[in-house]
C-alpha cells in the first residue's frame, strides 16, 4: 500500500538557518510526489510538485526538493529560513486510479518553528 | 479569481445529528475531492469525483458518510448520526481535470466539533 513517512513531528531553526525537511515514500509505480505548506487558519498550498524529469525541482517562496529514487525519498530544502516560514508542511505521493493522478496520500506533517 | 470555498467555516453539533458540509470548487474544475484532517494528522482522503459521480469513494469510513455533485460543481458531505470520533476539519480540493497530473487546489476546510 502507498504511503509517506515524515519522522520529524516538530523542527525549530534560527532565521537565516538551511532547512531540511524529511519525506519517505513507498509506491509501487513511479511516484508523483508534491510537498504542501498549511499556515494557521490557510488551506494547504503547493509548494512543489515532482512527476518526472529533473530530480531536482524548484518551488515557491524559495523552497526546492529533491527526488531520490534509490532512498525513496523527497525532502524538502531551503537555504535560508524567513519567519514567515513557520507553518506545518505535509508530504505527499499522489496514488493514481485508472492512469490519472486523483486521491493524495498525506503524510503526518512536519511544524517548523523559527526563532529569531 | 476565486479559489475553493467552504461553508460553514466553523460546525458545531451534538452526537447523532445530521450535518451537511458544502464545497464550491474552482470554477471549471471537473474534479473534486474531500479529505479529512484530524488533530495532528495529515488529510486522509474521503471521496473523489469527476464530473457528477463519484469515481472513488474507498475512503469513506462508513455508511453514515455520503457525498453528492448533483451538477458537477458544487459537493455536499453528508454525515448522518454524527459521533465525537466525526469531529476533525474537513477540506475540499478541486483540480482540473483528469487528462495527465493535475495540481488540487484546497479549500480553508470545516471544522467540525461533534459534542
Known amino acids: 500500500a502507498q504511503s509517506v513517512t515524515q519522522p520529524d513531528i516538530h523542527i525549530t531553526v534560527s532565521e537565516g538557518a538551511s532547512l531540511e525537511l524529511r519525506c519517505n515514500y513507498s509506491y509501487g509505480a513511479t511516484p508523483y510526489l508534491f510537498w504542501y505548506v498549511q499556515s494557521p487558519g490557510q488551506g494547504l498550498q503547493l509548494l512543489l510538485k515532482y512527476f518526472s524529469g529533473d530530480t531536482l525541482v524548484q518551488g515557491i517562496k524559495g523552497f526546492e526538493a529533491e527526488f531520490k529514487r534509490s532512498q525513496s525519498s523527497f525532502n524538502l530544502r531551503k537555504p535560508s529560513v524567513h519567519w514567515s516560514d513557520a507553518a506545518e508542511y505535509f508530504c505527499?505521493?499522489?496514488?493514481?486510479?485508472?492512469?490519472?493522478?486523483?486521491?493524495?496520500?498525506f503524510g503526518t506533517g512536519t511544524l517548523l518553528a523559527v526563532q529569531p | 479569481g476565486a479559489g475553493v470555498s467552504q461553508t460553514p467555516s466553523n460546525k458545531v453539533t451534538e452526537k447523532g445529528k445530521y450535518v451537511e458540509l458544502r464545497c464550491d470548487p474552482i470554477s471549471g474544475h471537473t474534479a473534486l475531492y474531500w479529505y479529512r484532517q484530524s488533530l495532528g494528522q495529515g488529510p486522509e482522503f474521503l471521496i473523489y469525483?469527476?464530473?457528477?459521480?463519484?469515481?472513488?469513494d474507498s475512503g469513506l469510513p462508513n455508511d453514515r458518510f455520503f457525498a453528492v455533485r448533483p451538477e458537477g460543481s458544487v459537493s455536499t458531505l453528508k454525515i448522518q448520526r454524527t459521533e465525537r470520533g466525526d469531529s476533525a476539519v474537513y477540506l475540499c480540493?478541486?483540480?482540473?481535470?483528469?487528462?495527465?497530473?493535475?495540481?488540487?487546489?484546497f479549500g480553508p476546510g470545516t471544522r467540525l466539533t461533534v459534542l
Open positions: 480540493a478541486s483540480s482540473p481535470g483528469t487528462s495527465g497530473i493535475n495540481e488540487q487546489f
Open positions: 469525483f469527476q464530473g457528477t459521480g463519484a469515481a472513488d
Open positions: 505527499a505521493v499522489g496514488a493514481g486510479y485508472g492512469g490519472a493522478t486523483n486521491k493524495l496520500i
